[in-house]
């Protein structure tokens, strides 16, 4: 796995994007490395990128399709229990002394979190979104740390949708070793969107 830019580094974010998440909390940037990792670095939706030496998923294998997979996504290898965790850093300097002496860094967000698929097929990304988008906080740091979510749901919506498009393009592909039924079901990936669009 190659590592990951560190969030602010040039060409991560948008000057003008730049300039707002530089001063940001810890718990906002978090959320834009997530939002960023998932949609810039682990995916894309720019053909250009697809042959590039230098893109993060194709060097970690974190997007690809078979052309028979109907469920579709990967997470890079070094996720994996044992073999410890490539994260997008977004610590200022100043902040990364503090957090290791309180045994904390950019990598401390994973661990052993089940997601609730049940809530996430009743209500779908863009309804949880709304409702994070709605809630009335009282604090600043919870207003962090929902934002924070909604960032990284964002950035969830946006993998979802290049994985689409990553179908699309290889079903179009003029790859001789594609069967029919291949190509057909790889654009029945990128259709299925379209009874699950609650979902982004």
């Not at 707002?20 to 960023?36: C, D, H, L, N």
């Not at 970690?60 to 109907?70: N, Q, V």
């Not at 949880?128 to 964002?154: G, H, N, P, Y």
Request: proline share 6%; aromatic share 8%.
């Amino acid at each position: 796995m190659p590592p990951l830019p560190h969030l602010l580094d040039p060409d991560v974010l948008s000057p003008k994007r730049m300039d707002e998440v530089r001063g940001a909390s810890v718990m906002i940037r978090k959320g834009w490395a997530i939002k960023t990792s998932l949609a810039k670095f682990f995916t894309t939706n720019d053909p250009s990128q697809l042959e590039a030496e230098t893109f993060v998923g194709r060097e970690a294998d974190t997007f690809s399709i078979h052309p028979d997979e109907l469920i579709v996504g990967q997470m890079p290898a070094t996720f994996s229990l044992g073999l410890g965790k490539v994260v997008m850093p977004y610590l200022h300097e100043d902040e990364k002394m503090p957090a290791f002496i309180k045994g904390l860094s950019e990598t401390s967000g994973m661990g052993h979190v089940i997601p609730d698929y049940d809530m996430f097929l009743k209500k779908g990304l863009a309804q949880m979104k709304k409702e994070m988008e709605e809630s009335q906080t009282s604090s600043e740091e919870e207003r962090d740390f929902l934002a924070a979510c909604i960032l990284a749901v964002k950035g969830v919506q946006k993998y979802m949708k290049n994985f689409g498009f990553l179908a699309g393009h290889l079903s179009e592909m003029g790859d001789t070793s594609y069967t029919t039924a291949q190509r057909k079901n790889l654009k029945q990936v990128l259709k299925i969107r379209k009874p699950f669009q609650f979902l982004f």
